[in-house]
């Protein structure tokens, strides 16, 4: 039987697949004591495609963005279930951190970061709430338009 955060996922429609393997030399998650550090996660879709590729201000709209950053959080979950079975051991989202592959202009990294923000909120209620930050960077692997990463405290 599924549990209640898995239930939540899937009133969303959201199915978590398995994680793509990293693509350097690291691992997706690390576990200390009850902190899970979960690598860097790109806007991929289960199929490897891009959710949102370029510049957020060059092409890429904020609302891509923020599409591309719930992407990102989607496959943070999936690195999360594979890092401990199930996603109910998740005691609290305690830090996001997001990387806006953007033109030196653009100001709007926070908003795109919220399709990540809100997504935790979502499935985890007032467990999903958690410190940020949102860094406008020159490139990311692939021309992925977001990543994320994330710290979660485990129960």
């Known amino acids: 039987m599924a549990g209640t955060v ?14 793509n393997p990293p693509i350097a030399n ?16 790109v806007c ?17 709209t904020t609302e891509q963005g923020a599409a591309a950053a719930r992407g990102c959080a989607i496959n943070l979950l999936a690195q999360v279930k594979m890092a401990l079975g199930d996603l109910d051991k998740v005691a609290r989202v305690v830090r996001l951190s997001g990387f806006v592959n953007a033109t030196p202009d653009f100001l709007e990294g926070p908003k795109v970061l919220n399709g990540a923000s809100d ?3 979502a499935i985890f209620g007032d467990k999903g709430r958690h410190a940020r930050t949102t ?8 021309d992925a338009a ?3 990463e994330g710290i979660f405290e485990v129960a």
Do not use: C, W
């Open 6 to 19: 898995e239930q939540k996922l899937n009133e969303l429609g959201i199915v978590l697949h398995q994680p």
């Open 26 to 41: 690291y691992v997706g998650f690390v576990r200390t004591g009850n902190l899970l550090f979960v690598s860097g996660q």
């Open 44 to 60: 991929n879709t289960p199929e490897g495609k891009l959710i949102a590729k370029g510049k957020l201000g060059a092409g890429v």
């Open 119 to 121: 997504l935790m909120v």
């Open 135 to 142: 860094v406008g960077v020159a490139a990311l692997p692939s």
């Open 146 to 148: 977001v990543e994320v």
